[in-house]
């Protein structure tokens, strides 16, 4: 069962590019280097490194955790989601120091919106011509909603493109969630793997959908 978001991905160059968090909420959770790359994300990255470093933040403003991940290149793409529609590409703190609106493109809006409503990805979810939208869960309970919208210029997205890539929620069994899923609504999922972070496992798995949307199920043990 999915319960809530863990948090957002986002590549960026942070060991070159310093980021300064005056003037905003978002507090350092912690860092992490050359974490290894599974064989499992080869699909989902362009070039297969062997690591990579994230730096993990938390916002009093925010209802999720705002992942930083960086790989020893990381590409530069027409990554078109946004964050309170806010280029992703040139990463600004303050712009997104309160959470309002998450945006993702989709190249099948339709198959999405039947994946997310199915998997309860979303809450309060409504369909409209070419977009969907509804509110993310979380453990806070209060609202923010993501916005899905059809992807115009057919990007493709991959984790080590620059920008916001993926969500990542919360799976009480991933096993018995990735069952719910139908074939027709996604475009890859990747086999089951494990990760260790702050001494806690976590089974991982990434689904790329049918609309190129990828999505990150994690599992503690």
């Given amino acids: 069962m999915i319960?809530?978001?863990?948090?957002?991905?986002?590549?960026?160059?942070?060991?070159?590019?310093?980021?300064?968090?005056?003037?905003?909420?978002?507090?350092?959770?912690?860092?992490?280097?050359?974490?290894?790359?599974?064989?499992?994300?080869?699909?989902?990255?362009?070039?297969n490194f062997k690591?990579?470093?994230?730096?993990?933040?938390?916002?009093?403003?925010?209802?999720?955790?705002?992942?930083?991940?960086?790989?020893?290149?990381?590409?530069?793409?027409?990554?078109?989601?946004?964050?309170?529609?806010?280029?992703?590409?040139?990463?600004?703190?303050?712009?997104?120091?309160?959470?309002?609106?998450?945006?993702?493109?989709s190249s099948n809006v339709l198959s999405d919106y039947k994946l997310f409503k199915n998997m309860n990805f979303l809450l309060n979810i409504k369909f409209k011509k070419n977009t969907f939208h509804g509110n993310l869960p979380n453990f806070k309970r209060k609202k923010t909603q993501l916005v899905v919208k059809k992807n115009i210029n057919k990007t493709k997205i991959y984790l080590d493109d620059l920008g916001f890539n993926f969500i990542s929620f919360f799976s009480t069994n991933i096993k018995d969630d990735l069952k719910r899923i139908k074939k027709k609504e996604i475009n890859y999922i990747s086999k089951i793997f494990k990760l260790k972070i702050n001494n806690n496992i976590l089974r991982i798995v990434l689904i790329r959908t049918s609309g190129d949307i990828i999505i990150e199920l994690i599992e503690k043990r």
């Fill in 3 to 47: 319960t809530y978001v863990s948090h957002i991905g986002y590549t960026y160059d942070w060991p070159k590019k310093k980021l300064s968090l005056k003037k905003t909420q978002f507090e350092l959770y912690f860092k992490k280097k050359k974490l290894i790359n599974d064989n499992c994300k080869k699909p989902f990255l362009r070039k």
């Fill in 51 to 105: 690591f990579h470093d994230i730096v993990f933040y938390k916002n009093k403003n925010w209802n999720f955790g705002f992942e930083l991940i960086n790989y020893k290149k990381n590409f530069q793409n027409q990554n078109v989601n946004t964050i309170n529609n806010h280029k992703t590409a040139n990463l600004d703190l303050d712009k997104i120091n309160k959470l309002k609106k998450l945006y993702l493109n």
